[in-house]
């Protein structure tokens, strides 16, 4: 997919083109990512479609991976691979974690427990049924990541995803990538979308008039506050900090997690992000009798 490309790498497609009638060479006739990836979905002549960047590497055993995937589970709508970093030198600590968690998200269970944390797939890993994402209006363009809109969308009209426990990407970094560099992969923008969905998953709405936010801190609360402009109260703030403790925030009290088992043990949406913390929180709360992704949700 061309995507009126000033370099000479149409000019090699071409080329290779003449030499494999399975490649083809197509030119986004719109500007811009999303305009490329619908066309390029509609010019598709297979109902299996897996993404590639142009800058990344595949392993050669990837497509039979996928392939393999869906024929086992013919209700999986997505299949996405393990991926690689490189090259290393440009890797940050940030990156590198999220790689981490990324790549332990492997099963349909976990992907739903742990949606709201991160965009649990690396785009060009994936492979998904055509039907199913055409179904879904493709992709959407708007002030947000266009694959993790995806990905909650498909979440959200009940279809399956899966990870392959296998590295079978290697995905490329550096300071010039699109990720980096567009407001729509903003903090703000990942922040934004994630409350509007949130703010429609049947899960968390059957407590909506019972749930505490976990994390009371003014980061915390800022990110917070896009899905309680959405007419969202909790019932308390919780923190470990002691000076918080027996505060109010907007009239809502901020108390320690005891709080919970002696007021019924409401929904908790855990909004600390900070490394091994997150991990911490919700084994206390597993330890209470809570169940991530049912009783509690972590939000990235």
Same mark, same amino acid.
């Given at each position: 997919?061309?995507?009126?490309?000033?370099?000479?790498? *149409?000019?090699?497609?071409?080329?290779?083109?003449?030499?494999?009638?399975?490649?083809?060479?197509?030119?986004? *006739?719109?500007?811009?990512?999303?305009?490329?990836?619908?066309?390029?979905?509609?010019?598709?002549? !297979?109902?299996?479609?897996?993404?590639?960047?142009?800058?990344?590497?595949?392993?050669?055993?990837?497509?039979?991976?996928? @392939?393999?995937?869906?024929?086992?589970?013919?209700? @999986?709508?997505?299949?996405?691979?393990?991926?690689?970093?490189?090259?290393?030198?440009?890797?940050?600590?940030?990156?590198?974690?999220?790689?981490?968690?990324?790549?332990? !998200?492997?099963?349909?269970?976990?992907?739903?427990?742990? @949606?709201?944390?991160?965009?649990?797939?690396?785009?060009?890993?994936?492979?998904?049924?055509?039907?199913?994402?055409?179904?879904?209006?493709?992709?959407?363009?708007?002030?947000?990541?266009?694959?993790?809109?995806?990905?909650?969308?498909?979440?959200?009209?009940?279809?399956?995803?899966?990870?392959?426990?296998?590295?079978?990407?290697?995905?490329?970094?550096?300071?010039?990538?699109?990720?980096?560099?567009?407001?729509? !992969?903003?903090?703000?923008?990942?922040?934004? @979308?994630?409350?509007?969905?949130?703010?429609?998953?049947?899960?968390?709405?059957?407590?909506?008039?019972?749930?505490?936010?976990?994390?009371?801190?003014?980061?915390?609360?800022?990110?917070?506050?896009?899905?309680?402009?959405?007419?969202?109260?909790?019932?308390?703030?919780?923190?470990?900090? *002691?000076?918080?403790?027996?505060?109010?925030?907007?009239?809502?009290?901020?108390?320690?997690?005891?709080?919970?088992?002696?007021?019924?043990?409401?929904?908790? +949406?855990?909004?600390?992000?900070?490394?091994?913390?997150?991990?911490?929180? +919700?084994?206390?709360?597993?330890?209470?009798?809570?169940? *991530?992704?049912?009783?509690?949700?972590?939000?990235?």
């Amino acid at each position: 997919m061309d995507d009126h490309s000033v370099d000479a790498s *149409p000019a090699l497609v071409r080329a290779m083109a003449r030499e494999d009638p399975r490649v083809r060479l197509v030119h986004n *006739p719109g500007r811009g990512l999303v305009a490329a990836l619908n066309h390029g979905l509609h010019a598709c002549r !297979c109902e299996l479609v897996a993404r590639m960047d142009a800058d990344d590497l595949m392993h050669p055993e990837r497509l039979a991976a996928h @392939l393999n995937h869906f024929a086992r589970d013919p209700g @999986l709508v997505l299949s996405a691979t393990q991926a690689e970093l490189f090259s290393r030198e440009e890797i940050q600590a940030g990156f590198r974690e999220y790689m981490r968690w990324q790549n332990a !998200c492997l099963t349909h269970e976990q992907i739903a427990r742990d @949606l709201y944390i991160e965009s649990p797939f690396a785009h060009p890993s994936v492979a998904f049924r055509r039907r199913a994402v055409l179904d879904a209006s493709g992709y959407r363009e708007g002030p947000f990541p266009e694959d993790y809109d995806l990905w909650l969308r498909l979440f959200h009209a009940g279809r399956r995803m899966e990870k392959i426990p296998r590295a079978l990407l290697r995905w490329r970094d550096h300071p010039r990538r699109l990720s980096r560099t567009d407001p729509r !992969c903003s903090r703000e923008a990942f922040d934004r @979308l994630r409350a509007n969905y949130l703010a429609r998953d049947p899960r968390f709405l059957a407590h909506r008039e019972n749930f505490v936010i976990w994390g009371a801190g003014r980061k915390t609360r800022r990110r917070a506050d896009h899905l309680l402009e959405q007419g969202f109260r909790p019932r308390a703030w919780i923190d470990i900090d *002691p000076r918080k403790i027996g505060n109010r925030v907007e009239e809502i009290p901020v108390v320690d997690s005891r709080w919970l088992e002696e007021n019924g043990r409401p929904f908790v +949406l855990v909004y600390v992000t900070n490394h091994g913390a997150r991990e911490e929180i +919700l084994e206390e709360l597993e330890g209470m009798g809570y169940r *991530p992704g049912e009783a509690c949700l972590a939000v990235g």
